[in-house]
């Protein structure tokens, strides 16, 4: 997919996150869940602009699945149920509770000494909300480790090759007036 024409008239790209999940395909594995959804489209349309904001070194911010998308593409790889594997927590949210709750802090990160996440913050670790069914297995290349959870499972990364690009796992966006670390990310 050639999308050069529209991004070399943006300034940068936000990767938002999504209901859908990325297709295992994309890093060597078979689907394990028939009730999962997925969105091909979202996934070459991820695709094709995470390379060219790389070609381009355009500012790339993730979060949720788009963290989950900019690893893939990159040649990582996903758990496709956290909750079933051994020694991760379970990092779903209750679909059951009130958008509050669903969006509340949940555990913490620790943050990587040396990263622009503590820079940014000024913290060792932070609270963060968790509302995701894929994690991180295996990390893309070229990204580096900004923010780890309590079970192990990296939860941010940024994108040294880029002037700025950074990737969470959680949902800064929710908090981002009432909380001000989740505002400095922002």
């Known amino acids: 997919m050639d999308i050069t024409h529209w991004t070399e008239h943006l300034d940068g790209v936000f990767l938002t996150g999504a209901y859908s999940m990325v297709n295992p395909s994309l890093y060597g594995e078979s689907k394990i869940d028939a009730d999962f959804d997925y969105d091909d489209q979202r996934d070459n349309l991820s695709r094709a ?3 060219n904001m790389l070609k381009e070194d355009k500012p790339l911010f993730a979060v949720c699945r788009g963290l989950q998308d900019i690893n893939v593409a990159l040649g990582g790889s996903l758990h496709q149920s956290l909750h079933e594997v051994e020694g991760m927590n379970d990092h779903r949210e209750d679909k059951n509770a009130p958008l509050a709750e669903q969006y509340a802090d949940t555990h913490s990160v620790t943050l990587n000494e040396d990263g622009i996440m503590r820079k940014i913050t000024g913290r ?6 968790s ?9 893309g290349q070229g ?11 990296i939860e941010a990364f940024s994108i040294p090759q880029l002037t700025f690009g950074l990737a969470l796992q959680w949902h800064p966006e929710w908090q981002v007036t009432q909380n001000p670390i989740q505002h400095k990310l922002y």
């Open 49 to 51: 602009l995470i390379q």
């Open 124 to 129: 060792n670790d932070i609270l963060v909300n």
């Open 131 to 139: 509302l995701h069914t894929q994690g991180i297995k295996e990390l």
């Open 143 to 153: 990204l580096q480790v900004e923010a780890v959870a309590e079970d192990g499972l």
